[in-house]
């Protein structure tokens, strides 16, 4: 198994284990008078808890386990076989340690491992005809767009459709819902991993919301996607010839050159390409704009952003500084939804921070910005344009 899912599959034992010690541990008191209660307790324990949550809890954790590390069982009868609790499945790989990227690894993981429990007779059986008639919609159609990948572009629209009254539309069963919401997500983003589109990506997030995955995993998932989405628009970009346009640029002097280039080893070694000091995003733009006067070309310029990025070097010994420093970047980068988040939780953390309290208190506010900061950063550090547009700006090109 992939790291992610090994990791996830140790944070779901250890999970299960301790709802068994919770349960086993107040099974015991009402047991302790039972003389043949080591022989019954799984019976007695399922009794007692019968219809509470930490039971339905314990049964769809040992699921979801069984999905991940198990093959499937030909012999499974139907209404056995399909999960349906991805609300508990999408609250545990919240709670799971695993950043984002990881997270969404074991998402795709385990989707695949659920599809193939499933069929198109599930499909079928899932479509009920009370659902096609009132809707007003062509049955075989329906039936294809939750079957197959969608071929035409023009059926975009009819695409959202669909899932919208999915999303909308009181089926009669929740795990007729469960089914189409997986197959939706079969079609439009695991058999599209690499050229899913924008449609696809609405189509795949209101698929989420049919199988009640936590809106908070949503959050994220939307995020790491588009960004996928944004890095492949950019590639497709760079293939397209560029038409250069001719800038007069000035000339500098020997003494000019040599005092510049002085400037600039101060703060990164060109040809060992490394960052000889932590730096501030001010001096990163400034350091850019030293490059640009000495026509470094713009690719080398971004290798030394990226280079200083990769060094993550602790720059910033005050993490409100540091936010206040990137809050002009924050906000260019705001269309991204971790971006987002990290600027709503961490102005948050400001108004609490500043109310009158014990020393403890701030300390532990700053801390949390410091790690919404280094969050934002693990999306910040992929876009350049900022410090090249503001180095620009300083030199007036």
Not at 159 to 180: C, G, R, S
Not at 353 to 381: C, G, R
């Amino acid at each position: 198994m992939q790291r992610a899912i090994q990791q996830f599959n140790e944070f779901l034992t250890g999970s299960i284990d301790d709802v068994v010690i919770e349960m086993y541990d107040k099974a015991k008191e009402k047991l302790k008078n039972d003389p043949d209660h080591y022989i019954t307790m799984l019976d007695q324990i399922i009794k007692i808890y019968k219809n509470t949550s930490i039971l339905d809890l314990f049964i769809s954790m040992s699921r979801i386990h069984d999905i991940i590390t198990k093959k499937v069982k030909e012999d499974i009868l139907f209404e056995e076989e399909i999960f349906t609790r991805f609300d508990i499945f999408s609250r545990l790989l919240k709670e799971s340690t695993l950043n984002y990227k990881d997270k969404l690894k074991v998402f795709e993981y385990f989707m695949e491992k659920v599809l193939n429990r499933l069929s198109t007779d599930h499909m079928n059986i899932a479509i009920n005809e009370d659902l096609v008639k009132k809707s007003n919609i062509d049955e075989v159609d329906f039936l294809n767009f939750l079957k197959h990948e969608p071929v035409k572009e023009e059926k975009n629209e009819r695409d959202k459709e669909y899932i919208e009254l999915l999303n909308k539309y009181n089926i009669t069963t929740e795990k007729a819902k469960i089914i189409i919401g997986c197959f939706s997500i079969k079609s439009h983003f695991l058999n599209k991993r690499n050229s899913f589109n924008e449609t696809d990506l609405k189509i795949t997030l209101m698929a989420f919301e049919v199988l009640n995955i936590s809106q908070s995993l949503i959050v994220k998932v939307q995020g790491t996607l588009i960004k996928e989405l944004q890095e492949r628009s950019k590639e497709e970009k760079s293939r397209e010839p560029v038409k250069v346009k001719k800038e007069q640029k000035k000339k500098l002097s020997q003494k000019e050159y040599n005092h510049k280039f002085h400037r600039v080893l101060e703060k990164y070694d060109i040809q060992q390409q490394t960052v000889i000091k932590p730096l501030v995003l001010d001096e990163i733009v400034e350091l850019i704009s030293l490059l640009y006067e000495l026509n470094v070309d713009e690719k080398e310029i971004i290798k030394c952003i990226q280079t200083i990025n990769k060094y993550d070097l602790a720059a910033y010994k005050n993490p409100i500084a540091e936010f206040n420093d990137y809050y002009e970047k924050m906000m260019l980068c705001s269309k991204d939804p971790n971006i987002r988040e990290s600027q709503q939780n961490i102005k948050d953390y400001l108004q609490e921070i500043f109310i009158p309290s014990d020393n403890s208190s701030y300390l532990f506010w700053k801390q949390a910005i410091a790690e919404e900061m280094k969050q934002a950063h693990v999306t910040l550090k992929e876009n350049y344009q900022y410090e090249l547009e503001k180095a620009k700006e300083k030199i007036k090109c």
